[in-house]
């Protein structure tokens, strides 16, 4: 099930720089979008989320890009700063009929911020 | 800031064994979710509940599993008689209304022996 597909398994950046996290999908019914942040031994963080009505959305350093043309999307992080050193799961779901919340996840991108 | 709680964190078991992973959804909560991830992989969706039963399930969802909301607040996902494929980390999430808002827990680390 290739979905959600995030193609880069790590990413590594200086701190102060940008982060752009990459991710791309097949399904066209899909119809929401989100970005989870994950540390070791932690479940997946919320971060940021985007409807597909929608092209950006912005909460604070985060910045997510909708493509629907492209069915691509990304995450900005201006500026990235250590402690965003995570692994990042970008997920995308449907808001209609029983799959309503359910969440198909991509295989999840690494970043690096190094100091 | 409300979380979704999950116990135990980690549970070693014995292959065959029946297991049940708990969780506390944040309380004003209405739609439940288990989530799995096995090493290496993917987070990989289990199943959904919302008005007490069951509204998806995955193929991997299959007889040996079981969820439950007994008493309005734990929610819980039983494996009847567990496989060594089993082990992997388990995720519960909820949310209120809005899917693109869903907080999941800080996972169980189920490992079958």
């Known amino acids: 099930d290739q979905q959600v597909k995030q193609n880069s398994p790590s990413l590594s950046v200086q701190e102060g720089r940008i982060s752009i996290l990459n991710c791309d999908y097949t399904?066209?019914?899909?119809?929401?979008f989100l970005w989870y942040k994950k540390y070791p031994a932690e479940g997946p963080t919320f971060l940021i989320s985007?409807?597909?009505?929608?092209d950006k959305n912005e909460d604070g350093r985060f910045t997510v890009f909708l493509n629907k043309s492209a069915k691509h999307l990304s995450l900005h992080i201006v500026p990235s700063q250590p402690g965003d050193s995570a692994v990042y799961f970008c997920?995308?779901?449907?808001?209609?009929?029983?799959?309503?919340?359910?969440?198909?996840f991509g295989q999840g991108t690494i970043l690096t911020v190094h100091p | 800031e409300p979380e979704v709680t999950q116990t135990p964190s980690h549970q070693v078991t014995q292959m065959g064994q029946e297991v049940i992973l708990r969780c506390v959804p944040i309380?004003?909560?209405?739609?439940f979710y288990w989530y799995r991830q096995i090493l290496g992989q993917k987070v990989e969706f289990l199943v959904s509940f919302y008005n007490n039963e069951i509204s998806e399930k995955s193929e991997i969802f299959d007889d040996q599993f079981s969820v439950e909301r007994p008493d309005g607040s734990n929610f819980t996902l039983k494996i009847r008689s567990t496989k060594l494929e089993d082990s992997a980390m388990y995720f519960c999430a909820s949310f209120l209304f809005r899917p693109g808002e869903a907080f999941f827990g800080q996972g169980t680390r189920l490992t079958v022996v």
């Open positions: 985007i409807s597909s009505i929608k």
């Open positions: 309380s004003n909560h209405l739609y």
């Open positions: 399904n066209s019914m899909f119809d929401y």
């Open positions: 997920a995308a779901g449907n808001a209609g009929g029983t799959s309503y919340g359910k969440l198909t």
